[in-house]
């Protein structure tokens, strides 16, 4: 049976693990794992589409294929690779405007059904008129050409982020696991991959999707990393972006050591969002009748689990806990009742787990992104620090990633600017615990009048559809449907 934080780290991994369960419940949804039968080459428009294997539901149209990229933009002639693609078509061919790509964000497994899911979310009527819906596994990833590490369970459990670090010694310890998961990926079948799996060349796999599909312009629709895929297309072929929404963004580097240094701050500004909730139920759950005293009573619990641990949960195993936690208010109850127990020394009742994942892949591409640090000594400064700054949790995503030992050299920056048309929108909320609202500052700033910026008063990560509030989702609906943009940056108050 999968350990507490085994369960845990793979639901705040999966981002909207939690989301997507209830919808494949209530609408008998099930994300495609197996390879897609058919294949295409690039610039054939004429794609081979067939059924998605796993996706139960062939009369709502979702179909899949595959298209073939190069392994090495640099040598086109040379080995390729195969990159899964699905697409659901547009509801009105006669307002068809073109292909609406989708991007999830940071994943280990196929999202071939999202674009069901999308819909079953509350995708507007007015949106799948104007669009085909194409989802794409990115390289090493999913059902496309896929890259290992051969991650334990145990590693895969602490892969992203690190474990809270306490001490040095917590440091160097996370040292010598990190180095043993950078050493497995060069070791791998699939170690003549990794310098190939980065984000730069995912948003080449983009345009060649492009290209095979047969439109001269795509229009986007990317959350949490998947802002920073589109980002890059953006910059890379701003000639071929029409209508480009980046909710939830992560700034101008992505998942780099910048970005993930900020979960320690999503994690301080989000909490008191569950303090409050957790001090009008304090009749319920007995956590402190005031914010500060929930806080209070938190910190009493992770630090008497750091001595003492409960039924095998550790204070580490808790916080990482709580992260994934706090992404939905929806998820609100579950953590009280898990603190609730975890203060009277009893194992709390767990949700099942959300379907596991090969997350290789995805760490290829946060580690072959500039700005890691390989000198190993850093780290326990960064740790020291967040400890100051950020006491919930910064000292675990300031601790050391596989990516302070990686066998790959780091893929060139590229060159975001202000640069192209203005057909970019950026949606944040106040208080995302994964992609702080000063990565979309950052963002807006650097592109300039490329972009709008709408500011969500809401926690948890991800807006549109998956949050609730009716302000930013009419913006966003209203811009991919007719192109309007707001015309200055919008405020939209809590609802």
């Not at 989301?19 to 609408?27: E, I, N, T």
């Not at 989802?135 to 496309?144: C, K, L, M, Q, T």
């Not at 995805?362 to 006491?391: F, Q």
């Not at 970019?424 to 592109?447: C, K, M, Q, W």
Request: hydrophobic residues 40%; proline residues 8%; aromatic residues 8%.
């Amino acid at each position: 049976m999968p350990s507490f934080i085994e369960r845990f780290r793979a639901h705040r991994r999966r981002v909207v693990a939690t989301v997507l369960a209830a919808v494949a419940a209530a609408g008998g949804l099930t994300l495609a794992t197996t390879p897609v039968p058919s294949a295409a080459q690039v610039g054939d428009s004429s794609l081979s589409w067939a059924p998605c294997p796993g996706v139960p539901e062939p009369s709502l149209g979702l179909k899949c294929t595959t298209v073939t990229v190069p392994l090495d933009y640099a040598k086109p002639a040379g080995e390729t690779i195969e990159i899964a693609v699905s697409r659901l078509p547009s509801t009105n061919p006669a307002r068809r405007r073109g292909v609406l790509f989708l991007n999830i964000g940071g994943q280990g497994d196929s999202q071939a059904a999202l674009p069901l899911t999308l819909v079953s979310l509350g995708l507007p009527a007015s949106v799948r008129e104007k669009y085909d819906l194409i989802e794409f596994d990115p390289r090493g990833i999913g059902r496309s050409t896929p890259l290992t590490c051969n991650l334990r369970p145990d590693q895969a459990a602490t892969l992203i982020p690190p474990p809270y670090a306490r001490t040095a010694a917590d440091v160097n310890k996370r040292a010598a696991d990190a180095r043993q998961i950078a050493e497995q990926c060069a070791q791998s079948s699939t170690a003549h991959l990794l310098p190939y799996i980065t984000n730069t060349n995912v948003a080449r796999d983009m345009d060649r999707i492009r290209q095979a599909l047969g439109e001269q312009r795509i229009s986007y629709l990317g959350y949490s990393h998947g802002t920073y895929l589109g980002t890059l297309y953006a910059a890379l072929f701003p000639k071929r972006t029409d209508r480009m929404v980046f909710d939830s963004v992560s700034g101008l580097g992505g998942l780099d050591a910048v970005g993930a240094r900020r979960w320690g701050l999503g994690f301080e500004l989000r909490f008191p969002d569950f303090a409050r909730w957790a001090a009008s139920q304090d009749a319920t759950y007995g956590l402190g009748a005031t914010p500060a005293q929930v806080r209070t009573r938190y910190l009493q619990i992770v630090d008497n689990l750091d001595r003492e641990p409960v039924a095998g949960i550790s204070g580490t195993a808790l916080r990482a806990m709580t992260y994934g936690m706090l992404f939905s208010d929806s998820i609100f109850p579950a953590l009280a009742s898990a603190l609730q127990a975890l203060a009277a020394g009893q194992a709390p009742q767990l949700p099942p787990p959300p379907a596991g994942g090969d997350f290789s892949g995805m760490l290829a591409l946060v580690c072959n992104s500039p700005g890691w640090s390989r000198d190993i000594d850093t780290y326990p400064r960064h740790v020291a620090v967040d400890r100051v700054r950020y006491p919930l949790f910064g000292p675990a995503a300031a601790s050391v990633w596989p990516c302070a030992f990686w066998p790959a050299k780091a893929e060139p920056r590229v060159d975001i600017s202000r640069a192209g048309s203005s057909t970019i929108l950026l949606v944040n909320n106040l208080r995302d615990p994964a992609t702080p609202y000063v990565g979309a500052v950052e963002l807006h700033r650097t592109l300039g009048a490329r972009s709008r910026l709408i500011t969500v008063d809401q926690g948890g990560h991800l807006s549109y559809l998956f949050g609730n509030n009716s302000c930013a989702k009419n913006l966003e609906t209203t811009f991919l449907v007719d192109g309007k943009r707001p015309p200055r940056d919008t405020f939209c108050p809590r609802t």
